[in-house]
């Protein structure tokens, strides 16, 4: 079998979860004996174009005829089975599709955000979740709002770029969806079913987890749609040192507020930027991973990386969230059965997490409440694999002191969810699946 990973890669001074799934998916595909050929651009590539290069910039995300003529090339001479392609902004374009098309080889795209409806891919403005771009022909309030790299400009070029290629994305012959929220998103945008298989990323298997440490680690960029405001306002309801150590890794706008709330209490550790030594003594220093998410985070990696390591997690029911502690219903193994199953709604919410604001981010897929005698405090949606709640101040501090008590009884569990639904071996062999189910198509226009 043979594979063309496309992939315009992120700038790597911002760190990207998507790059390292990117390069981890590679080599799970290689060790599995699949031929993969990378057709990769990276936007570190930009400052050093020629003039002439620059000048073409504006219609890249449009067109890119530069990358269309070179992966025609690479169509021609190699002849895959499948392009499987993954961020196409802003040197590929969505024009890739056409091109693999007009070639006949059929396309797999991975949705890792919201871009093909809001121009910035995150569904987040201003610190609230914004959907006003949805349902739109022309996302005209993101260029207005200025959206995509803080630019009308940008915006408007971005927001143009959606419209042109909404029957680009609609001709994409298969999607995979890293989490059922993702699912139903694509859905919405009027893909059908049987065009969707959810699927999530896996991260590599560190081994046997250590025994518990104590106390919470938060883990991810420090900005205001992950959430880390949130959590020190949640942490700050409780005494100090009466949850163990709050430790917060990660580097971003809003260091300055990790900084001074560890100046201010000694049970809360700034740890920084992590290298991944760093990450994994952090994880098996601490007893729970949080993820505090604000926005509808597609597939948080740092929530795989805890349950790997048999750490339980505490989050925000946004996004992939619940999926990914398996607080959603029913529990479908990686890929299994058709979308719509894996994306079934639970029942639905206590009022508590339906709060006025939790009603209006609440994500599609409901997390499922503990039941049958539990004396899990109403508002905390129980998962195999951890807690999900509103994304309040009020509902977090409620639940961190459950999250600490239950972790010893999650732990085994946690470490179970992540072998049968994230493990390498799990998702590699779901994705061949998917390149197999693919033949071939000579008659796409």
């Not at 024009?95 to 797999?108: D, F, I, K, L, N």
């Not at 999607?175 to 065009?195: C, F, K, N, V, W």
Request: glycine share 8%.
């Amino acid at each position: 079998m043979r594979i063309v990973v496309a992939h315009n890669r992120y700038r790597e001074a911002q760190p990207s979860g998507e790059n390292t799934i990117v390069d981890s998916e590679i080599a799970q595909l290689t060790a599995a004996g699949v031929e993969v050929l990378p057709f990769i651009r990276s936007s570190d590539e930009i400052p050093s174009m020629s003039k002439a290069a620059k000048a073409l910039l504006p219609i890249s995300p449009i067109w890119a005829p530069r990358a269309q003529h070179d992966l025609s090339r690479l169509l021609t001479e190699h002849r895959p089975d499948v392009l499987h392609l993954h961020n196409p902004y802003p040197l590929l374009s969505p024009w890739v599709v056409r091109t693999a098309h007009r070639h006949g080889v059929p396309v797999v795209q991975t949705v890792h955000n919201y871009r093909q409806v809001c121009s910035s891919g995150i569904y987040f403005r201003d610190g609230v979740i914004c959907q006003d771009c949805k349902g739109r022909a022309l996302g005209v309030p993101a260029i207005k709002h200025r959206c995509y790299r803080d630019s009308a400009a940008q915006s408007a070029l971005m927001a143009t770029t959606l419209a042109v290629h909404r029957g680009t994305w609609r001709s994409v012959d298969r999607y995979i969806a890293l989490t059922s929220a993702i699912a139903d998103h694509l859905r919405d945008y009027g893909i059908p079913d049987e065009r969707i298989v959810v699927k999530p990323n896996s991260v590599p298997d560190p081994g046997r987890p250590a025994p518990l440490g104590d106390g919470f680690l938060f883990m991810a960029r420090l900005s205001p749609e992950k959430g880390v405001d949130l959590l020190l306002d949640a942490w700050r309801r409780h005494p100090v040192g009466s949850l163990g150590t709050l430790r917060v890794a990660g580097d971003g706008e809003l260091r300055h507020l990790v900084e001074a709330a560890a100046a201010e209490r000694p049970d809360v550790v700034y740890l920084g930027q992590l290298d991944r030594a760093g990450v994994q003594a952090a994880v098996e220093a601490s007893a729970v991973v949080i993820a505090a998410a604000m926005w509808h985070d597609v597939l948080p990696t740092v929530i795989i990386e805890a349950l790997a390591s048999g750490r339980p997690v505490l989050g925000t029911a946004l996004g992939g969230i619940p999926y990914l502690v398996g607080a959603d219903a029913p529990h479908e193994p990686a890929g299994t059965g058709p979308a719509e199953n894996a994306s079934a709604v639970a029942s639905p919410v206590a009022s508590e997490v339906a709060s006025p604001v939790a009603s209006e981010v609440a994500s599609p897929v409901a997390p499922r409440l503990a039941g049958g005698g539990s004396s899990m405090p109403a508002g905390i949606g129980l998962g195999d694999a951890g807690w999900v709640v509103a994304p309040e101040p009020a509902a977090l501090a409620a639940a961190l002191p459950v999250a600490r008590a239950g972790a010893p009884g999650l732990a085994l569990s946690a470490r179970a969810r992540y072998e049968r639904t994230f493990h390498p071996d799990v998702v590699t062999k779901r994705l061949i699946d998917i390149y197999a189910g693919l033949s071939r198509t000579p008659n796409h226009v």
